[in-house]
């Protein structure tokens, strides 16, 4: 199993550009999370689909938009890239009876220039 | 006021020591996950409580829902525990498996 996947691992963009980040998860999850990491900041909730065929914002949905593919993906995009933009970015997925424990995949950095 | 508050931010200490992190939390809650952030930035899920206390190896948990307060203590410390630890918590009204994030305690274990 490789649990939660991302992709890419690390891009810079500049401003105004659009990029999709993807993740996917082979544990059958029926929920899966977008987060922003932030220096001095916790983890913070972009959107979340709670099971296929559905999306809801989280804390900080502005300047982004998701898509749940199917049970396993999870994509997120960012039509034009600004510089506040500019964090770490997390996929996750927990599945229900296991008491909300989350598994993340390993990050995607992102600089916008 | 964050609804879960950490400290310290920071924390430093020698191999050996024995090692407390807390966590605060302002809103009624369902679950308090303790999580570690790797150096190279993975995050891994250590502890789910809902109440009481739960060990792993050196790691354990504690939590007092009428306080609401936990902490996490590492006994015998070692420079490889060296990490971000992370307080989430799931509150009673949050629809879902959504939860909200503590600053995260840096600490750094030095041989």
């Known amino acids: 199993n490789a649990g939660v996947t991302q992709t890419p691992k690390f891009q810079v963009l500049k401003t105004g550009q659009s990029m999709t980040l993807q993740c996917a998860q082979d544990?059958?999850?029926?929920?899966m999370y977008w987060y922003r990491q932030d220096p001095g900041m916790g983890l913070r909730l972009i959107y979340y689909s709670a099971s296929e065929g559905t999306t809801d914002k989280g804390e900080v949905p502005n300047g982004y938009n998701v898509s749940r593919l199917n049970k396993r993906e999870f994509s997120l995009r960012l039509e034009s890239a600004a510089p506040s933009q500019t964090s770490v970015y997390f996929c996750a997925s927990s599945a229900p009876g296991h008491r909300d424990t989350q598994y993340f995949g390993p990050g995607t950095r992102l600089t916008v220039l | 006021k964050n609804e879960v508050e950490q400290s310290p931010q920071n924390l430093t200490a020698q191999e050996g020591e024995f090692i407390t992190i807390n966590c605060s939390y302002s809103v009624g809650i369902s679950a308090l996950h303790w999580l570690q952030q790797h150096p190279g930035g993975g995050i891994v899920s250590l502890f789910m409580?809902?109440?009481g206390k739960k060990k792993h190896g050196r790691l354990i948990a504690t939590i007092n829902i009428q306080e609401k307060h936990s902490s996490l203590h590492i006994t015998a410390s070692h420079p490889r525990d060296s990490a971000v630890y992370i307080c989430?918590?799931?509150?009673?009204?949050?629809?879902?498996?959504?939860?909200?994030f503590g600053e995260g305690t840096q600490l750094t274990v030095n041989p």
């Open positions: 544990m059958n999850h029926n929920s």
């Open positions: 409580l809902s109440s």
């Open positions: 989430a918590v799931r509150g009673e009204e949050t629809s879902g498996s959504r939860l909200t």
